[in-house]
């Protein structure tokens, strides 16, 4: 069983940045691809990046390339989602999530979730 929490979330003005990171504790990360998911009001919960254990395979969804950098650090059991240049429609609460084997861009695949942590970003 992993636990994840997920923190760095706020409030931004459009073209600012924010840093999310996601800690696990009860297993290691290295064992596990992630995820960050993201779920607006009134909509479904959406894919946003997905990295590999080792880093190697990273995914984007579209909308965020050139503009949100997904990492990872084993040592520190931590991933993180830096996020650049946030518009309003980036608006939204923000999930990680774990899985073994490969990333994948399907929430359903991801046996683990943290709890959220909100972003919202004003224009």
């Known amino acids: 069983q992993v636990q994840l929490v997920e923190s760095g979330g706020g409030l931004v003005q459009a073209g600012g940045s924010l840093r999310l990171s996601c800690t696990a504790s009860?297993?290691?990360?290295?064992?596990?691809?992630m995820g960050w998911f993201r779920q607006a009001p009134g909509k479904e919960r959406e894919f946003v990046a997905a990295?590999?254990?080792?880093?190697?395979?990273?995914y984007y969804t579209d909308s965020v390339k050139g503009r949100f950098t997904i990492s990872r650090d084993n040592a520190k059991n931590t991933v993180y989602l830096q996020m650049n240049s946030l518009k309003p429609e980036d608006t939204a609460v923000y999930y990680c999530?774990?899985?073994?084997?490969?990333?994948?861009?399907?929430?359903?695949?991801?046996?683990?979730w943290g709890q959220g942590t909100q972003v919202t970003v004003s224009s």
């Open positions: 009860g297993r290691t990360l290295s064992n596990y691809a």
């Open positions: 999530a774990a899985k073994s084997n490969l990333p994948t861009r399907t929430a359903s695949t991801y046996g683990y």
């Open positions: 990295i590999s254990q080792s880093g190697g395979i990273i």
